[in-house]
């Protein structure tokens, strides 16, 4: 593709097959667990056309080469399957609670040693890298959404020789391209906002080093954590409007967040897109836009704010993010989910609605 386009631009037209006479427009999904023998396919757990037009539709957007896996978590799976056996991950204290349970087994077995860190808190990341084999980033994180400087941690990651990995789910490849920043890896929960519609569950990664994309691939060939085709069709289906969809959705948070800034039972809200939140300059220095997810605090007790969630018409009371449909969610509802996560913090994830009614459903929510 021509270097220079817009990724609004690239988001609609990578990955799709050579404009040749009568050849399909985009990519259709391949329903075949194996192949005529003499091509690169070979068998079903090797490769679909479906998985590649994700794989390089995510690629030229991060500025790298992508995988596709089952499941965000089987993209993390793989990737901390990287960590030699006894090696050291230093991950934020405040992540993904999924990402965070599976390195915390991981210890529990001694497969590798966990050290946890406040991810906002550059100096103290970086003294924490030093001599371990890998620095997991999320940024801004799942539920807290707090951000990382990823430039600095990146550097400081490679200068201590621990292989960098930010969890981009949040950010988007749209808002954020960490490699470009001096990660190694970039991971996707594809599920999100990636595949926008709420209807599949996949994961991705995204490397410009040929070496970690062959360690991934292989891992991804024997663990068997493969998409099906029909989920990797839907998700390319749904990516190609991503800057669309992110567009309204972003600007419905921004807006949101002011309104619940301002209401009398709000005592925190942290989007990064509010001027004084502790997240702001990084987040504009390195992103191109704040995103679609925000939190908030009632300054109460967990009950209260679980009514709040089961209160709403319009917003969808579910896990899960990055749909056309706005959902909230009390995150301490899940056992899994960091203890330091106060109890009453809603996390909402805004969608394509039209802002009055988002707001007019939460603030009707707020007075139950
Ligand atoms: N990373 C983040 C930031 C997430 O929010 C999630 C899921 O919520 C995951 C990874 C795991 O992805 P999946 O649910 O697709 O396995």
Not at 304 to 311: D, F, N
Request: hydrophobic letters at 45%; one cysteine or more.
């Amino acid at each position: 593709m021509t270097p220079d386009l817009d990724p609004s631009t690239v988001v609609v037209h990578a990955g799709r097959p050579s404009r040749v006479p009568d050849a399909p427009v985009g990519e259709s999904p391949v329903f075949s667990s194996t192949y005529i023998a003499g091509g690169d396919l070979g068998y079903g757990r090797y490769g679909n056309t479906a998985w590649t037009a994700l794989e390089e539709t995510l690629g030229a957007l991060e500025g790298g080469r992508g995988l596709s896996f089952a499941s965000g978590m089987a993209a993390a799976a793989a990737v901390c399957d990287l960590v030699p056996v006894g090696g050291r991950v230093v991950a934020p204290q405040h992540a993904y609670s999924g990402v965070l349970a599976l390195l915390d087994q991981q210890a529990t077995t001694g497969r590798l040693t966990v050290e946890r860190v406040a991810i906002a808190d550059t100096e103290a990341v970086s003294a924490a890298v030093v001599g371990a084999d890998m620095l997991w980033i999320e940024s801004p994180t799942n539920p807290a959404m707090e951000v990382a400087d990823l430039p600095a941690l990146a550097a400081a990651g490679r200068t201590a020789g621990a292989t960098v990995v930010v969890d981009n789910t949040f950010a988007t490849p749209l808002l954020q391209q960490p490699l470009s920043m001096g990660a190694d890896i970039v991971l996707h929960s594809a599920t999100k906002f990636i595949s926008g519609h709420s209807d599949v569950v996949l994961g991705a990664i995204v490397t410009d080093s040929d070496e970690l994309w062959t360690a991934l691939e292989l891992r991804r060939r024997s663990l068997g954590a493969i998409p099906g085709p029909m989920e990797a069709f839907l998700a390319v289906r749904g990516l190609r409007t991503l800057a669309l969809r992110l567009e309204r959705a972003q600007s419905n948070a921004a807006f949101l967040a002011t309104r619940l800034q301002e209401h009398p039972r709000v005592s925190l809200v942290r989007y990064p897109g509010l001027a004084d939140d502790p997240g702001h300059a990084r987040a504009a220095a390195q992103m191109s836009g704040f995103g679609a997810i925000l939190a908030f605090e009632l300054g109460g007790d967990g009950p209260g704010a679980q009514r709040v969630c089961e209160s709403t018409a319009l917003w969808v009371h579910a896990t899960s993010l990055g749909g056309v449909e706005s959902m909230l969610e009390r995150r301490r509802r899940w056992a899994i989910e960091v203890p330091t996560i106060p109890e009453d913090l809603i996390r909402l994830s805004v969608g394509i609605e039209h802002p009055d009614d988002l707001w007019a459903d939460l603030a009707q929510a707020l007075k139950a």
